[in-house]
């Protein structure tokens, strides 16, 4: 790539396979919420996750996160712990449904939820409300393993279910277990700039058949089966277009070179930056975490390298190269003001240091060794 070409943070790529189903949809006239794409995708997802699990193909992967909590009776004043450092839209849903959430903030090893915080957060709202959370959202941050053998630990032995939100976490594994399949629910998105897209589109991972068909019942407005439209309960317009679907088809059919693309990706950022001073690359915990490292990551440590993060952000940026900074902590967020937060002051610290750098299929390793050039450079400005 010329270096007057912008390189991107993560642009979608496509295997060539996708209009092959997207035909068959128009051939066939299934353009609605429905039909054999959605059913052959949902399948493929099945295959994938394997441990029994069920899935249903949705809009978006915060409507799956929305759909679980549904699932899970969550109503008015319910409390839901979820981890602070993540992307808006895992913390949303809960107040769709009325309830409140309760942020828990991170380890350093892996930027997700420290199960020691955890924990802290449910004995003291059992103490401070006589009741526990009703759910757990733990997050996949970047595509890191959490340490979720902890949480799920944890979890079971409060009794309380817990919401894998693997949004960003398509194809990572821990202990070769896909996240997303440890909880009672797993979420995953397939947004324009995921592992694979559908240009707009989630999923729910379910445990059962009969979850899997409650959540669909959920998620084409709660029609009652019979010839007139009854509806006794609550419901949304959740399900997948057969177009979309035909897109994740084909997407499915070049995951495991996305997935080797993503982790190559890593391994140069790794090596090329590699005794530079103050700078970090995010890497697996430990051998039992395989990241998709859908964004690569790093920390700056500006008391070593002499520039910060935002320095950094601002250079490549005139150099023609996006990079973004990590999400800000939910519980630092205004809209969040009110809720209950268990901090440690990591989130706050890796949000004050960290940067996220282009990832995508469409970045080459001479992308990737300009980009490492660019940050070198900024400590000799």
């Known amino acids: 790539m010329s270096s007057n070409n912008r390189i991107l943070l993560c642009l979608a790529h496509m295997s060539g396979q996708e209009m092959k ?25 099945e295959a994938l996750c394997g441990q029994g699990k069920h899935v249903v193909a949705l809009s978006s992967g915060t409507a799956a996160i929305h759909l679980a909590l549904v699932n899970l009776g969550i109503g008015r004043g319910d409390e839901v712990i979820c981890q602070s450092m993540t992307f808006s839209a895992s913390a949303n849903p809960i107040v769709y449904q009325d309830g409140t959430p309760v942020f828990v903030d991170s380890e350093r090893d892996t930027w997700n939820m420290d199960p020691n915080l955890l924990e802290d957060a449910i004995k003291d709202r059992i103490a401070k409300t006589g009741r526990k959370p009703k759910a757990i959202i733990p997050v996949y941050l970047y595509g890191m393993p959490a340490k979720i053998d902890d949480i799920m630990e944890i979890a079971r032995r409060y009794e309380i279910p817990v919401v894998e939100d693997s949004a960003e976490g398509f ?9 997303g399949t440890f909880g009672d629910f797993g979420i995953m998105s397939f947004n324009g700039n995921k592992m694979i897209t559908t240009s707009g589109g989630g999923a729910l991972i379910c445990p059962d058949e009969a979850t899997k068909k409650k959540t669909m019942f959920y998620a084409t407005q709660s029609r009652e089966p019979l010839p007139y439209y009854l509806h006794k309960e609550i419901g949304y317009n959740y399900r997948m277009s057969n177009i979309c679907a035909g897109i994740g088809r084909g997407q499915m059919t070049i995951l495991d070179e996305h997935l080797a693309h993503h982790r190559h990706l890593c391994d140069r950022y790794v090596e090329l930056l590699e005794g530079v001073e103050g700078i970090t690359v995010h890497t697996n915990a430990d051998e039992l975490s395989d990241s998709n490292y859908w964004l690569n990551t790093i920390l700056v440590e500006p008391s070593k390298s002499g520039v910060d993060y935002d320095a950094i952000r601002q250079h490549l940026d005139a150099c023609n190269i996006e990079s973004r900074p990590l999400w800000k902590p939910m519980h630092t967020q205004p809209v969040f003001k009110d809720a209950p937060a268990y901090v440690n002051g990591v989130s706050e610290e890796l949000f004050s240091k960290g940067l996220c750098l282009p990832s995508g299929p469409w970045v080459s390793d001479a992308d990737v060794e300009r980009v ?3 940050i070198i450079a900024c400590y000799t400005k």
């Open 21 to 45: 189903y997207i035909q068959e949809a128009f051939d066939t006239n299934w353009v609605v919420p429905l039909g054999p794409n959605v059913n052959a995708f949902e399948k493929d997802l």
């Open 171 to 179: 194809g990572s594994r821990y202990r070769g277990q896909l996240c």
């Open 372 to 374: 490492a050039q660019e």
